[in-house]
T-cell receptor, first 118, second 114 residues
């Protein structure tokens, strides 16, 4: 079974600064995907960024980037130029890669509550 | 395009009553997932379907929970009878079976059982 660990229950960052959220996972799979989801107070789950395990290049989406260390089973999220709208719960999630054309479930970490302050 | 649609958004019911949650996935998506979010257990998968067929229902808590997907555009999650410990936010998500596997979530249904 896969496990996802987020060791930072809460973090705070000032507007315009950079913050890094940590995530580690445990799996015996070689083919998998990793995700970061954002859940603002509206409770909507919003996909922030995705990383395929077979890709060495770290994924980037505008101000969001990841540091994927496959050997260490680490998948941290860096938010640059933090904005007030980034205030939310952030969940790291793991998905086992299935056979071609087969979707699979997400296993979530416990989340990190990020507060962006003025 | 409309996202995943869930109804109702809020449901308050008394213990012992039947509750039915509904989900319409994104058009063209052929995988559908039901998740539950609680303070104690976080986000956990209840069941998921590929092409309307249940693939993994190991997360369904007990026989009081059942889920169906009669066609590609509709799914239900039913709790009968409901209990206070079922109070949670229930999310439906959909994705394509192939490609990026990104799951898109609905707004969730907040269920309160008194």
């Amino acid at each position: 079974a896969q496990t996802v660990t987020q060791s930072q229950p809460e973090m705070s960052v000032q507007e315009a600064e950079t913050v890094t959220l940590s995530c580690t996972y445990d799996t015996s799979e070689n083919n998998y995907y990793l995700f970061w989801y954002k859940q603002p107070p509206s409770r909507q789950m919003i996909l922030v960024i995705r990383q395929e395990a077979y890709k060495q290049q770290n994924a980037t989406e505008n101000r969001f980037s990841v540091n994927f260390q496959k050997a260490a089973k680490s998948f941290s999220l860096k938010i640059s130029d933090s904005q007030l709208g980034d205030t939310a719960m952030y969940f790291c999630a793991f998905m086992k890669g299935g056979n071609t054309g087969t979707a699979s479930k997400l296993t979530f970490g416990t989340g990190t509550r990020l507060q962006v302050t003025l | 395009d409309a996202g995943v649609i869930q109804s109702p958004r809020h449901e308050v019911t008394e213990m012992g009553q039947e509750v039915t949650l509904r989900c319409k996935p994104i058009s063209g998506h052929n995988s559908l997932f039901w998740y539950r979010q609680t303070m104690m257990r976080g986000l956990e998968l209840l069941i998921y379907f590929n092409n309307n067929v249940p693939i993994d229902d190991s997360g369904m808590p007990e026989d009081r929970f059942s889920a169906k997907m009669p066609n590609a555009s509709f799914s239900t999650l039913k709790i009968q009878p409901s209990e206070p410990r079922d109070s949670a936010v229930y999310f439906c998500a959909s994705s394509l079976r192939t490609g990026s596997y990104e799951q898109y979530f609905g707004p969730g249904t907040r269920l309160t059982v008194t």
